[in-house]
């Protein structure tokens, strides 16, 4: 079987709602942040459904015994945002995902030459290979961050088939790079948009994520 990059763009009016919320430059930055919360929150609900480790087993109802279905506790899981804006997304996923172990990755892009640098690593060095990885990042543009956060998970043990990666707006360039690099990997996106201006910013998106998310 031919792997090939999945991109799902959940098509849930909660999720319209609170990107067009988000996308109106007339939105402050703390209702910015609420839409920012709960797509985080719905965006990892898409993304759990067939990504969350389960187990069967039996409990015991006040009337009979019955089977049920329980999130495995001994499966890891992993969040990752990319800060900063990526912590915006973070408190809608971590309440879905309480067991999960949170990592942040610190990374910002040269104003000129929109490469991204990293200015906090807090992966760990190696990880368990069945840990399940969402990476949460609102913005997908020309692809060096994610890029880059792709390339310090993979190089620590990370599989990317088990890898889900929650944004509210991607776009092509970001798209391409992952598809032939990786294409085992599954998106989950409020919107996918057109292009990337030639100072980087997805048209017509949303502007700054962290900037909007932060107040700056
Ligand atoms: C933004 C965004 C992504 C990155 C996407 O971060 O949160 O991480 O840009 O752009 P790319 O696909 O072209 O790499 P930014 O570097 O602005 O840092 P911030 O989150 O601290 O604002
Ligand atoms: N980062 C943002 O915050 N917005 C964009 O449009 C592109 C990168």
């Given amino acids: 079987m031919t792997l090939q990059l999945r991109i799902y763009v959940p098509p849930h009016p909660l999720i319209k709602h ?3 919320v988000a996308r109106d430059a007339a939105t402050p930055s703390v209702l910015f942040r609420t839409a920012m919360t709960e797509l985080g929150r719905w965006l990892t609900y898409e993304a759990a459904r067939e990504w969350l480790p389960t187990l069967e087993t039996t409990v015991n109802s006040p009337l009979a015994s ?3 279905t329980l999130i495995d506790p001994e499966m890891p899981i992993a969040v990752v945002p990319i800060l ?9 996923a971590q309440t879905l995902l309480p067991l999960a172990s949170i990592y942040h990755l610190g990374l910002v892009r040269n104003e000129e030459t929109l490469q991204p640098s990293c200015y906090l690593n807090k992966l760990p060095e190696k990880f368990d290979p ?3 990885v969402l990476i949460t990042d609102p913005m997908l543009a020309t692809g060096g961050s994610i890029m880059a956060a792709m390339a310090e998970l993979t190089h620590r043990g990370v599989d990317p088939v088990l890898t889900r990666i929650v944004c509210v707006v991607a776009a092509p360039p970001a798209l391409q790079q992952l598809s032939a690099a990786y294409p085992g990997l599954i998106i989950y996106t409020a919107t996918i948009d057109e292009t990337v201006n030639d100072q980087g910013y997805i048209v017509p998106g949303l502007g700054d994520a962290g ?3 932060f107040g700056t």
């Fill in 18 to 20: 609170w990107l067009a």
């Fill in 130 to 132: 069945q840990t399940r």
């Fill in 66 to 68: 019955c089977p049920a």
């Fill in 211 to 213: 900037d909007r998310i």
């Fill in 84 to 92: 900063r804006a990526g912590l915006g997304l973070l408190e809608g």
